[in-house]
């Protein structure tokens, strides 16, 4: 899932300076999920903007709306009326979402009311961890399902640098563990340390440009 | 010879080696960097140029080692992968090499976080062994990591760095032959006060045939005071100093740390001199050059092997 959090209200009353009427736009996608984006967050932070202008003595008026996705067209139809009653938009939803919204309204002011933070997992509830980098050239085959890109803060590849600690953590915080210490354990564990003894070479980053995928099925419809 | 460099040719004629350590100012000043090279002039085979070390922003490793090369030192320039993708680090090689720098020592580097920018983007765009197996390719196949040839490769001594004492412990030889099946000449390991310890990873790297194929140097960092000592142990991550070491220099006395520091810093240097596998030290003191003139002298290092070129080593 794709986690997100809220931006600090200062920082998003900055963007909205100069606008009376916005809509702000829940997604009931991971954003929702994370309790960062859904209609709760768009309550909760609609309500603490009203209160925050009100203090100030500035006026705004804020629509309230979420679709079930910001990142596909189907889920649109019926805002592409509501939007024109608006100045601007605040989007809840993560950056795919915000710029799928700016696309769409190339006319209408987007503001992101999150800070899109990860691709990760639930620890607990509203507790979440990183845990990939959609590098796109997976190699958790051969390190034991544990992502040297996203959790080595050096993104190594060939396996612990000298800063590990003695007790198996990260040079850069001895609360983080370090991703080769555990690399290494599990292989072990599992009795296939050979995956990492070969020198593995220089990758081939292939997250340089912006990225399509046009699944097999369907590249006759889409590939000219 | 790979590099043609003095470095590679006392250890090719197994003199038992040195290496020092000279960190670059944080500032444009030549005659820092040539106080410091005085100290270390006669005394060491080369010594290491870090490249921002600690992840501050220092003088270029690159241009640091010219200027040693004209104090008439031979510079190991140290390059990391924290900085620089591999266009800026082959285009830098070619310029050193270019300009008559004969060793290269290949680190991941520390992480940025601690450093004077901690914000700032970390590349590791490829990791130390990748570079190492880059700098072997460069020299022996003429290529560059793209593929294409090298008009002129470079001529390098290549080295790594190995840290004995970080966990898991068991790793540490399995990447000691990484480097070398990527193409490593020699290493320097990460300051020794576990003997113990190391005695174990050197067996464990005479047994699997490394240390024929490698040249290993034993770090040495002899302690200034009781607190750098403590320092090294709580907050350096990956250094062993054992409970001894302090007691030992506790009880050296008032205004005696530093001349006890020095004296077990000279017994581990003879120690590694009759310890199979280990081709040599070296010796990191930091912000400490002017002592190494004494520190050398008193470990029966002195005087220095001149290796004329074409006397025989391969
Ligand atoms: S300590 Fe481990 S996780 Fe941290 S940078 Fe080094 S190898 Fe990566």
Redesign the interface.
């Known amino acids: 899932m794709i986690v997100a959090e809220q931006k600090p209200i200062e920082e998003i009353m900055k963007m909205l300076h100069g606008f009376t009427k916005v809509l702000n736009l829940g997604c009931g996608g991971c954003t929702s999920i994370c309790l960062a984006g859904g209609q709760k967050e768009v309550d909760t932070l609609s309500h603490d903007l009203r209160q925050k202008y009100a203090d100030t003595g500035a006026a705004i008026e804020i629509g309230e709306h979420t679709i079930e996705r910001q990142c596909n067209a189907d889920f649109f139809f019926h805002l592409d009326d509501l939007v024109k009653e608006y100045q601007a938009v605040i989007s809840m939803a993560c950056g795919a979402g915000v710029q799928f919204v700016a696309d769409r309204y190339p006319a209408l002011p987007i503001f992101p009311a999150l800070n899109t933070t990860f691709v990760g997992v639930d620890l607990d509830v509203g507790w979440y961890e990183e845990n990939c980098r959609t590098c796109g050239d997976c190699v958790l085959g051969d390190t034991a399902g544990i992502c040297p890109v996203t959790r080595c803060?050096?993104?190594?590849?060939?396996?612990?640098?000298?800063?590990?600690?003695?007790?198996?953590s990260c040079?850069?915080d001895k609360e983080l563990p370090?991703a080769w210490?555990e690399i290494?354990?599990r292989l072990k564990s599992q009795d296939r340390?050979e995956l990492i003894?070969?020198?593995?070479?220089?990758?081939e980053?292939v997250n340089q440009t912006r990225r399509t995928v046009i699944q097999a099925p369907y590249r006759d419809r889409y590939q000219k | 010879m790979k590099s043609g460099g003095n470095l590679e040719a006392v250890l090719n004629a197994g003199e038992f080696a040195i290496t020092g350590e000279l960190g670059p100012p944080r500032g444009t000043s030549i005659e820092a960097v040539r106080e410091k090279a005085a100290h270390l002039k006669g005394m060491v085979d080369a010594v290491n140029i870090t490249d921002n070390q600690t992840a501050v922003v220092r003088m270029a490793s690159w241009a640091t080692s010219l200027i040693v090369i004209e104090e008439g030192l031979e510079p190991n320039y140290q390059m990391v992968c924290r900085d620089r993708n591999r266009l800026a680090m082959q285009a830098d090689i070619l310029g050193a090499s270019a300009l008559g720098i004969r060793n290269i020592l290949c680190l991941s580097g520390d992480h940025q976080q601690f450093g004077d920018h901690p914000r700032s983007k970390g590349v590791f765009d490829i990791d130390s062994i990748q570079l190492v197996n880059m700098v072997k390719n460069m020299r022996d196949e003429g290529k560059f990591l793209g593929g294409d040839d090298i008009d002129g490769p470079p001529k390098l001594f290549i080295g790594a760095a190995a840290n004995p004492f970080g966990e898991p412990f068991e790793w540490r030889v399995h990447r000691l032959a990484k480097k070398l099946a990527a193409g490593a000449d020699f290493v320097q390991t990460q300051c020794i006060y576990n003997m113990k310890k190391f005695r174990q990873w050197i067996d464990e790297a005479n047994d699997m045939g490394l240390t024929e194929k490698i040249h290993i140097l034993a770090g040495v960092t002899p302690f200034k005071s009781i607190g750098m000592a403590r320092y090294m142990k709580n907050n350096v991550p990956g250094m062993d100093v054992p409970e001894d070491m302090i007691k030992r220099l506790k009880g050296a006395g008032k205004g005696k740390v530093a001349t006890e520091g020095i004296k077990i810093a000279c017994e581990q240097i003879e120690e590694f001199k009759e310890m199979k596998g280990v081709a040599g030290v070296h010796l990191m003191a930091i912000e400490w050059e002017h002592r190494v003139p004494q520190i050398v002298e008193q470990a029966k290092m002195l005087p220095r092997p001149v290796i004329t070129p074409g006397s025989g080593e391969a």
């Open positions: 803060a050096k993104s190594l590849f060939n396996g612990p640098c000298g800063g590990t600690r003695l007790n198996g040079e850069v370090c210490y290494h354990q340390l003894t070969k020198v593995r070479p220089a990758r980053w």
